[in-house]
């Protein structure tokens, strides 16, 4: 296994546009995690998934931001309607449900967006 | 709710100092502590965890005591190298295990 993979690694995106982003996890792990880091910040947590349902999106940043995982194994995020605001780095991770306290979660390289 | 406060950065040393980076907590019940590293353009690697109170870890020369008493998980190292030069983040993962908070993070520079 080699980690969690995350595609694209950069994209650049004009304002108004939609775009998503893939992550695979470790393919054991059951729980996925979405986060946003900006410059100089820790990251944020959008959103999680065990297996297939998504348990938490209260955190998403607006209406603009959804997440799926429709089969329990990779996920995407999408960001309509795409606002300066956004550029930033979105990192997936995973880790394996019940070891999760003992493992930590395993990160992905991110995807870097840039909104110009 | 849970929380997470790092000491800021950015931190210079020299090759061979020894390094403190503060990290304190704010969490209801058993929380797990874990600091991270961030390389230049990378994602976030695990570098160390504790799962206990008076728990220490340990990876590649650092480490850090989760104080339950003083709500602390300092990293320490005894001697940096060049090749330690990255941000570091300090996180909780309360008992529910579904949301993991970060510190700021602290940016370290070690100059040879």
């Known amino acids: 296994d080699t980690g969690v993979s995350q595609n694209p690694r950069h994209k650049i995106t004009k304002r108004g546009q939609n775009v998503t982003f893939r992550c695979d996890p470790i393919?054991?792990?059951?729980?996925l995690y979405w986060y946003r880091q900006t410059l100089g910040q820790g990251p944020e947590f959008l959103t999680y998934?065990?297996?297939?349902?998504?348990?938490?999106k209260s955190r998403l940043l607006s209406d603009r931001f959804s997440a799926e995982r429709p089969k329990g194994s990779f996920s995407t995020l999408e960001i309509q309607r795409t606002e300066q605001g956004d550029s930033a780095m979105y990192l997936c991770?995973?880790?394996?449900?019940?070891?999760?306290?003992?493992?930590?979660?395993?990160f992905g390289s991110g995807t870097r967006l840039t909104v110009v | 709710g849970n929380s997470v406060t790092q000491m800021e950065g950015p931190v210079t040393l020299s090759e061979e100092a020894f390094l403190t980076i503060n990290c304190t907590y704010t969490?209801?019940?058993?929380?797990?502590l874990f600091w991270y590293v961030q390389y230049p353009g990378e994602g976030l690697q695990l570098l160390l965890k504790?799962?206990?109170?008076?728990d220490k870890g340990s990876n590649k020369g650092f480490e850090a005591t989760y104080r339950k008493e003083t709500t602390s998980f300092h990293l320490e190292k005894g001697s940096v190298q060049v090749s330690d030069s990255a941000v570091y983040f300090c996180?909780?993962?309360?008992?529910?295990?579904?949301?993991?908070?970060f510190g700021a993070g602290t940016r370290l520079t070690v100059k040879p």
């Open positions: 996180a909780l993962l309360g008992s529910n295990n579904n949301d993991m908070r």
């Open positions: 969490a209801t019940g058993y929380p797990s």
């Open positions: 998934f065990q297996n297939e349902a998504q348990l938490e």
């Open positions: 393919s054991e792990h059951n729980r």
């Open positions: 504790a799962t206990k109170a008076d």
């Open positions: 991770a995973s880790s394996p449900g019940l070891g999760t306290a003992a493992y930590g979660y395993t």
